[in-house]
């Protein structure tokens, strides 16, 4: 890689396409590792149904249980805020919106740079906060391993890439621009392997949850 | 049984690992959050406790044989096997601070039922040999002798010849074609057999025809509380085996929790086979009565009272309006604690802790959680409906120097029964 441009070009075109395949390959073969297990049929008379009580937790799970929340409000709420401010960046950035209108074909509004450079800032800021939190917490310090800090890092460089590509903080530009989109495909290519993966599998462990808790009539 | 080897315990963790285990196990974050949800860690503070962590070994059986990367790094010698070492290391864990109560299961964001998992794990330590000594002990009497405390049935005829003595009433024992056979745990026959009077007095006044069974009278299965599906198939099949004999409509779990959960829930599933008849926990079939007039009492008891959710009939077996229903019938003044119904907090006696000596520390311990639930209230009476939940609660007020009277809601019906109604 001779220059700036050659290693943006590699990084858009053979990296790219190699980080998609193991992407897009990588979550379907999860998915089916997970779904094809089955599970047994159970012979037990049920007291409710299973899959409007599933698809309700799916929905119910998203807020937080009372007591969890006055007891960690910090991980309930930086958790809300880094996820949403990550999708934020990713989806209503203008320059995301032109790329994803040009490879998938469907566009809708953006927000204006100043908002999304600002949600940029609080979502760094959180995610900062939050591996702090993780360090120093009892619980999450002694349950982490290597791979919580990997998809910290994962999570975090394609938003500190991206800041600093949109304000032109390194030079040159597209060396930038290209390190903002191998820290995608970073992302990308750790998901099928590490807990990124909840991502996808979160609405099915809510369902199995709700559904075999409606079986016997609770509301999970 | 076979002999316990390391090999059989991981041929059961696999055999234990489904659709639901594998979709819990991919989503977790160690975001933490159950941990503030189970009273094992609440009580201590003890980052051990946090319930997922306790699935450690399952989750390792998992990532390594039933993931494509985790066969891979485990091929590349990256992966932490599972060893004697590391299921002795856990077997506290899994048995000591954990009652199966579920409640992690409500709170987790991602939705990984937990308690769903240890009930999993626990096969595997069973088979492997790392199951607690208390246990064991439960589980070997319920197989040979009948009961996890060593009661016989001449235990019973005992209780019944009391009961028939003080109340002039019949308790009626292996009648053919009755409609109901009621079940009992071995803490009601030692510990409260007032529950037996209470359902005598009750059914007479109802109308029910119901009966006991001489070879099938235990309700509770320490095989599902020490984690051995073979022990426990063989428990519930006794019970079904006396219900069919006695050609029985229904069969009615007693109060205790773990009871129900046995017989209605994971009983077919251990067995193989739908039952030919129905199970209702007591407490359904008292509302019933209730809602068909069947259940009339006289008088209101004025003490300010609670009632304690026990876990596995209420969070785990969707009993959540009939205790309810039945205190409003009988008390003036009935409280809800701060956390109740499907959020409530265990007596930290249930999923076999009780049977674990070992245990019995940890367990006192973290009852202050309940302890502090109730000092919220400062109730003069507490309501349950469970056995070993009642056992549990006593102990630990006793331990705590708390004077609080602990009832049980099926007795306290049969004092505020109309006699001779008819």
Redesign the interface.
Known sequence: MSSPIDFLLWVKGPAFDIALAVFVIGIV??LL????????Q????P??EEFGPGLR??VT?TL??A??FK??PF??IG?YIWHIGFLICLLFFVPHIELLHSVLGIKWPGLSNHIVDAVAVVTMATLVAMLIDRIT????????GPE?YLVWLAAFLPIVTGYLAYHRVLVPYPLVLGIHILSIEFLMILF??T?L??TF??P???????A??GR????? | MSKATLERGLNALREE????????F????????C???CLF??ET?D??Y?P??KLEPLRRIWEQE????GRIKKALGLAQPVTDELLQEWEPLVYDACSLCGRC?????????IA?MIRKEREGFVASGNAPEGMKGASTRAIKVGSPMGVKFHAVQAQIRHIEADTGLEVPVDVEGADYLALLSSMEIMNFPEYIEALARIFKQAGVSWTLCSEAFEATNAGIQIGSSDIAAELVERVVKGAEKLKVKYVISPECGHAYTAI??????LI????PF??VHILELLDELRAAGRLKTQGMDEARLTFHDPCQIV??????EPPRNLLKQVAANFVEMS?HR??NWCCGGGGGVSANERADELRLKVFARKKSQLDELNVDKLVTACANCRLMLEDGLEEYRVELPVVGLTEMLAEHLVEDSE
């Open positions: 073969v999860r590792e997970i779904v094809l297990l089955g599970r047994k159970d012979l037990a008379e007291k409710g937790t799916i799970r937080p249980e007591g969890s007891q960690s991980t309930v958790g917490h009892s619980v999450k310090r002694f349950l982490s919580d099928p392997f807990k993966m909840h599998t979160f099915l462990a809510r369902w199995y949850n709700g075999m808790a016997r009539g609770v509301q999970s | 690992i489904d659709a639901p285990v594998a979709a819990f991919s989503s977790c974050v160690n975001c933490g959050l941990a503030e949800a860690y609440t503070g980052p051990r946090t997922i962590n039933f993931t494509l990367w299961s409500m709170v987790c964001p991602v939705g990984n039922d769903y209605r829930w994971e009983g077919p599933n193989g086979r739908r039952y129905k199970v969070r785990k077996g969707g009993v959540l956390d499907e959020m």
